[in-house]
């Protein structure tokens, strides 16, 4: 009896809950743009365990990888797949820096922004065994070094490399990019001296900072972060400076945040936006935040529209002066 | 010794009865995983991950690596009886396996593929529990010019003893090389040989290619010579597998220059597909009897299953003490540490001294099950070869066609299959080899970026290939090996005749390619 009244309970939800909004009616596909094991991937397989332990949404979240042409392809999925609200893009900056870069014919404006979760700061880290103290001590050292001191990371005209470029040109220095595949190649070739710095965010690099092959010089944030446990012996992630006060006058931030596809009902992107700050709530994604020093920073609405404007014209002003705009 | 006592309480946590169930489930998953084309150890892994979230991460790695385990396992099974690789490190196990299998002999190939894994995985292990932190210091002196020194030094050793038309090798590798350009270029961000078309984008995935050079080429010849399957009166029981065992002794060199191979290639990033074609060319190249090589030799099956599988074990050994993925899977199992919570990296192995060492002591057991099934499972998939090609050929086909299309989720993949399928068929009449074409597909890319990469660093010095003892051995050690194949058949040819038998000076090439 118990059951059949709670069957009977559950069909009248079922029904005012439709009766007023929308809800998913087969299976989420979330698209991650770059490879299995990154940290986008870690994003959305942190989302779909939060979802699913706390039992967020009735259908199923799937997964999907489309790591090709630097999220060229997930970007171009997404936009072929206007009006279909059962999938979701996670996103970085790589979301106006691979159309400007690669002149790909996509644009977030085709997309419908849900939310942004959090921000991603950008660290200064150089070789432990080096005796730079601060990041004034690399610029001057970047100064005078030939050949140029060398700065590895994520890969050509990615976010990394845009640091890079406008850290030189803000200190009028001289430093050679290599592009790696990713912030984990960039670690180990920077624990190895191969490199002389990189700019990781903080979870690519907090292995390698506790062992004590590496250490931050500065955060490329307007602030430090807000992390004050300790992470090293004597260190927390709020102790590094930001780089403006070292006299490096640049920062960088990147969003973490979620798109739909395009031409899909108020009704569908105000689910997932309700959705999404159920997540934000959950231990598993606070957990997720101090783990790999996220800034958290929950926007939706108009407030990330006007976020995605401004971060866009910040991005093509400065992917303009590093010279990363396709010409061809 | 401390270490022996720590691997023995590893032993107690990994021999409970729920973690030997998730030990028993993971191989049987990961064989179904590494038996599909397409589907493959990362992405078998990365969807049964948010499984893991709610257990503890000590049993969840022990399932999460199981799969692994079987997916190594189970890649060898269609390689050696449908030609088809279901993992890309089993593509130099076909070489020999599939003949053997067209010879009747489809469980000694079995057998040895197995076995042969077990020892290459064994070594890998032994090498995780004495030298962890040791050998794990060694990766980080891989800089871009060492990286390219251990692909140069895989491309040579593999070239270098080709026993076909030399100028078809060339070929047969440039094309290779061409495919692999195509995409996003990582140097400079740009992509390249597209021509403005969305599907060439993501560049030519390594298994649709192989899928249908190797797979639907090979139902195409079949179905030319009149439908029906050479192996067909395999004998079948389980004794193969004692008589397979009686004869391997024999190779012991074989088994241990692949396992030290694999171990190396592992440790180094160079990756278990690297590993199975070098360990596969050495073979070769130090066998009494080349020419049997791609007839059915039951070494050639042994070396690179052997090498693949040092290679894929000791892959975890970086991702754990430094937290660099030797392989996509270990990135996989990477971003699972992070989710359950564990950093990895040199503090892992003070902090979560019990969860390590239950891993390493889960796989040995792991392998052992993973043996023992597979071992039991070889007259069944033996005997697949009775069932008649007609009815085979078409599964097969539509098996081949989900891997394409699983790889990406892409419609375009399945197509690209297909024609080439018309491209191995190609290639075989023509006597074509179709190994360089797939070595520089894989590698190519990659050698491709850590040459352009050194050359940044050094400002474009070519000097930078020699700056060190560990890039200069790597170099002139693949520089001998390209050699040493052409020279010595000079030399034969020479004394043959009876002539002045002194032999040419080495010229040593760049490295470019």
Known sequence: MGIAVRAAIGVLLLTVTSAQAWEPTKPIEIIVPFPPGGASDQMARTIQGAIQKGNLVKQPIIIVNKPAAAGGEAMLDIQKSAGDPHKLITTSSGIYMTPLATKLPVSWKDFTPVAMMAQDAFVLWVNAAKPYKTAQDFIEAAKTAAPPLKTGGNGSKREDHLISVTMEQATGTKITYVPYQGGGPASVQLAGGHIDANMNNPAEEIANWRSGSVKPLCVFSPKPMEYTQKVTADMAWSDIPTCPSQGVNVTYQMLRGMFMPGKVTPEQQAFYVDLFQKVSQTPEWKAYLERNALVPDFRAGQSFVDFLTEDERKHKDLMTKAGFIATN | ?513
Not at chain 2, 8 to 21: I, M
Not at chain 2, 212 to 223: A, N, Q, R, W
Not at chain 2, 357 to 373: C, D, E, F, P, V
């Open chain 2, 1 to 513: 010794m401390d270490d022996l006592n720590q691997l023995l309480l590893g032993f107690q946590v990994a021999l409970t009865w729920h973690n030997v169930l998730f030990m028993v489930v993971g191989v049987l998953l990961g064989i179904v995983v590494g038996v599909l084309p397409g589907l493959g150890g990362p992405n078998g892994v990365a969807i049964l991950l948010p499984l893991t979230f709610g257990m503890d991460p000590t049993s969840a790695i022990i399932l999460l690596s199981s799969i692994y385990w079987g997916a190594l396992f189970g890649g060898a099974i269609t390689s050696i009886l449908f030609n088809i690789p279901g993992e890309a490190w089993s593509v130099a196990t076909t070489f020999d396996g599939y003949p053997l299998a067209q010879q009747g002999r489809a469980g000694e190939a079995l057998t040895a593929a197995f076995t042969a894994s077990f020892i290459g995985a064994l070594s890998g292990v032994v090498l995780i529990t004495f030298v962890a932190p040791l050998v794990a210091k060694f990766a980080l002196r891989f800089g871009p010019a060492e990286f390219f020194g251990v692909f140069f030094l895989t491309f040579c050793s593999f070239i270098g003893m080709g026993r076909e038309n030399k100028a078809k090798i060339v070929a047969s590798l440039a094309l290779g090389f061409l495919l692999a350009a195509v995409g996003l270029d990582t140097i400079s961000g740009d992509l390249r040989l597209t021509f403005g078309a969305p599907e060439l984008m993501k560049g030519f995935d390594f298994l649709v290619v192989v899928i249908g050079l190797f797979g639907v080429s090979e139902i195409l010849l079949t179905i030319e010579e009149g439908l029906h399957f050479k192996g067909k009166r395999a004998a079948i029981d389980l004794g193969v597998v004692l008589r397979t065992w009686a004869g391997l002794p024999r190779y012991w060199a074989t088994l241990i220059r692949s396992s030290v191979v694999g171990m190396w290639m592992g440790v180094t990033p160079g990756g278990a597909i690297a590993a199975s074609f070098m360990g596969y060319g050495l073979a070769k190249r130090f066998s009494r009897r080349p020419d049997a090589f791609g007839r059915g030799e039951i070494e050639g099956v042994l070396a690179p299953e052997t090498a693949a599988h040092a290679a894929g074990t000791s892959a975890l050994l970086p991702m754990l003490a430094l937290g660099i993925p030797g392989s996509a899977t270990a990135a996989v199992l990477l971003g699972g540490l992070m989710i359950w919570g564990l950093q990895p990296g040199p503090m892992l192995f003070i902090e979560k001294k019990e969860f390590v060492w239950g891993l390493i002591a889960s796989m040995y057991l792991g392998n052992l099950a993973g043996l023992l099934i597979v071992l039991a499972t070889v007259p069944v998939f033996a005997a697949i070869m009775r069932i008649p090609f007609a009815l085979v050929a078409p599964i097969i086909l539509v098996v081949c066609a989900i891997g394409a299309f699983t790889v990406e989720s892409s419609r375009f993949d399945i197509w690209l299959m297909l024609i080439f399928g018309v491209v191995g068929y190609v290639f075989k009449k023509l006597d074509y080899p179709l190994a360089p074409l797939v070595l520089a597909l894989v590698l190519g890319d990659r050698a491709e970026d850590a040459f352009r990469q050194a050359l940044l660093g050094s400002g474009g010095d070519l000097s930078v290939f020699f700056s060190n003892a560990l890039v200069s051995s790597l170099m002139i050690l693949g520089l001998l090996l390209l050699v040493w194949g052409p020279l010595g058949d000079l030399r034969q040819r020479l004394t043959r005749r009876g002539g002045n038998d002194q032999p040419p000076r080495e010229i040593a090439g760049s490295g470019a390619s």
